[in-house]
Protein backbone atom coordinates (compact mmCIF):
# COMPACT_ATOMS: atom_id res chain seq x y z
CA UNK A 1 0.00 0.00 0.00
CA UNK A 2 1.33 3.51 -0.40
CA UNK A 3 1.51 6.08 1.55
CA UNK A 4 0.23 9.58 1.82
CA UNK A 5 3.50 11.29 0.35
CA UNK A 6 3.83 8.88 -2.33
CA UNK A 7 0.34 9.32 -3.66
CA UNK A 8 0.79 13.15 -3.32
CA UNK A 9 3.63 12.92 -5.15
CA UNK A 10 2.53 11.14 -8.17
CA UNK A 11 -0.73 13.64 -8.15
CA UNK A 12 1.81 16.38 -8.11
CA UNK A 13 3.70 15.18 -11.00
CA UNK A 14 0.80 13.98 -13.13
CA UNK A 15 -0.86 17.92 -12.57
CA UNK A 16 2.48 19.09 -13.83
CA UNK A 17 3.16 16.74 -17.02
CA UNK A 18 -0.38 17.42 -17.59
CA UNK A 19 -0.67 21.51 -17.20
CA UNK A 20 2.65 21.25 -18.96
CA UNK A 21 1.40 19.35 -22.11
CA UNK A 22 -1.63 21.73 -22.29
CA UNK A 23 0.19 24.51 -22.21
CA UNK A 24 3.23 23.20 -25.32
CA UNK A 25 0.00 22.51 -27.02
CA UNK A 26 -1.61 25.90 -26.98
CA UNK A 27 2.04 27.39 -27.37
CA UNK A 28 2.44 25.56 -30.41
CA UNK A 29 -1.08 26.44 -31.79
CA UNK A 30 -0.24 30.19 -30.93
CA UNK A 31 3.00 30.17 -33.11
CA UNK A 32 1.16 27.90 -35.83
CA UNK A 33 -1.47 30.86 -35.84
CA UNK A 34 1.10 33.45 -35.73
CA UNK A 35 2.98 31.82 -38.73
CA UNK A 36 0.09 31.63 -41.10
CA UNK A 37 -1.74 34.84 -40.60
CA UNK A 38 2.11 36.54 -41.06
CA UNK A 39 2.65 34.84 -44.27
CA UNK A 40 -0.57 35.68 -45.15
CA UNK A 41 -0.18 39.00 -44.60
CA UNK A 42 2.96 39.04 -46.48
CA UNK A 43 1.36 37.33 -49.69
CA UNK A 44 -1.64 39.29 -49.61
CA UNK A 45 -0.98 42.77 -47.75
CA UNK A 46 -3.48 45.19 -49.77
CA UNK A 47 -6.54 42.59 -49.51
CA UNK A 48 -5.52 41.50 -45.65
CA UNK A 49 -5.68 45.47 -44.66
CA UNK A 50 -8.68 45.79 -46.86
CA UNK A 51 -10.84 43.18 -44.74
CA UNK A 52 -9.61 45.38 -41.99
CA UNK A 53 -10.75 48.11 -43.08
CA UNK A 54 -7.73 50.07 -42.51
CA UNK A 55 -6.18 52.15 -44.89
CA UNK A 56 -3.17 50.80 -47.55
CA UNK A 57 -0.03 51.52 -46.16
CA UNK A 58 2.39 53.21 -48.26
CA UNK A 59 5.01 51.91 -49.22
CA UNK A 60 3.80 48.50 -48.27
CA UNK A 61 6.91 47.02 -47.15
CA UNK A 62 6.30 48.14 -43.99
CA UNK A 63 3.21 46.38 -42.80
CA UNK A 64 4.75 43.23 -44.54
CA UNK A 65 8.29 43.85 -42.73
CA UNK A 66 6.10 43.75 -39.17
CA UNK A 67 4.14 40.29 -40.76
CA UNK A 68 8.12 39.67 -40.84
CA UNK A 69 8.72 40.24 -37.16
CA UNK A 70 5.84 38.59 -35.97
CA UNK A 71 7.63 35.34 -37.74
CA UNK A 72 10.89 36.30 -35.56
CA UNK A 73 8.83 36.66 -32.70
CA UNK A 74 7.35 33.26 -33.00
CA UNK A 75 10.45 31.39 -33.83
CA UNK A 76 11.48 32.76 -29.93
CA UNK A 77 8.03 31.29 -28.52
CA UNK A 78 9.66 27.69 -30.20
CA UNK A 79 11.78 26.86 -26.36
CA UNK A 80 9.17 27.34 -24.11
CA UNK A 81 6.70 25.38 -26.27
CA UNK A 82 9.59 22.43 -26.33
CA UNK A 83 9.89 22.29 -22.77
CA UNK A 84 8.22 24.96 -20.81
CA UNK A 85 9.60 24.44 -17.04
CA UNK A 86 13.11 24.29 -17.94
CA UNK A 87 13.12 27.38 -19.41
CA UNK A 88 12.12 30.00 -17.24
CA UNK A 89 11.88 32.60 -20.35
CA UNK A 90 8.60 30.67 -21.05
CA UNK A 91 6.99 33.89 -18.98
CA UNK A 92 8.61 36.51 -20.87
CA UNK A 93 6.87 34.62 -23.82
CA UNK A 94 3.65 35.14 -22.54
CA UNK A 95 4.02 38.21 -21.03
CA UNK A 96 5.02 38.95 -24.87
CA UNK A 97 1.46 38.19 -25.80
CA UNK A 98 0.30 40.75 -23.68
CA UNK A 99 2.60 43.24 -24.48
CA UNK A 100 1.10 43.05 -28.01
CA UNK A 101 -2.51 43.35 -26.95
CA UNK A 102 -1.56 46.46 -24.91
CA UNK A 103 0.40 48.18 -27.70
CA UNK A 104 -2.52 48.10 -29.82
CA UNK A 105 -4.92 49.05 -27.62
CA UNK A 106 -3.25 52.44 -27.23
CA UNK A 107 -2.52 52.74 -30.25
CA UNK A 108 -6.17 51.95 -30.86
CA UNK A 109 -8.78 52.02 -33.54
CA UNK A 110 -8.93 49.50 -36.67
CA UNK A 111 -5.57 48.12 -35.62
CA UNK A 112 -7.10 47.01 -32.42
CA UNK A 113 -8.28 43.74 -34.35
CA UNK A 114 -4.13 42.83 -34.37
CA UNK A 115 -4.07 42.87 -30.30
CA UNK A 116 -7.38 41.20 -30.07
CA UNK A 117 -5.75 38.11 -31.27
CA UNK A 118 -3.14 37.48 -28.05
CA UNK A 119 -5.38 37.35 -25.11
CA UNK A 120 -6.80 34.59 -26.76
CA UNK A 121 -3.14 32.34 -26.58
CA UNK A 122 -1.95 34.52 -23.61
CA UNK A 123 -4.58 33.77 -20.91
CA UNK A 124 -4.61 30.27 -21.42
CA UNK A 125 -0.80 30.18 -21.59
CA UNK A 126 -0.61 32.09 -18.59
CA UNK A 127 -3.38 30.32 -16.76
CA UNK A 128 -1.24 27.04 -18.01
CA UNK A 129 2.01 27.66 -17.21
CA UNK A 130 1.07 29.05 -13.74
CA UNK A 131 -0.23 25.62 -12.77
CA UNK A 132 2.21 23.66 -13.92
CA UNK A 133 4.82 25.53 -12.32
CA UNK A 134 2.61 25.38 -9.23
CA UNK A 135 2.30 21.78 -9.43
CA UNK A 136 6.07 21.44 -9.90
CA UNK A 137 6.61 23.04 -6.67
CA UNK A 138 6.81 20.63 -3.27
CA UNK A 139 3.36 20.53 -1.84
CA UNK A 140 1.74 21.65 -5.16
CA UNK A 141 -1.53 19.71 -5.42
CA UNK A 142 -4.63 20.55 -6.94
CA UNK A 143 -7.29 21.34 -4.15
Not at 3 to 27: D, L, Y
Not at 62 to 81: K, M, N, T
Amino acid sequence: MTTGPEISHSRRSFGTAAAAQCFKVVKWLGIAANVIVAVISIIWTDAVLNVLHIEIAQPVVWPRFAAFLLILLSIFYVPSAIDPLYHRYSVVAVICRFGGFAFFTIVGGRYIIFGLFDPKCGIPQAVLLLFAWKFSQPGGTAR
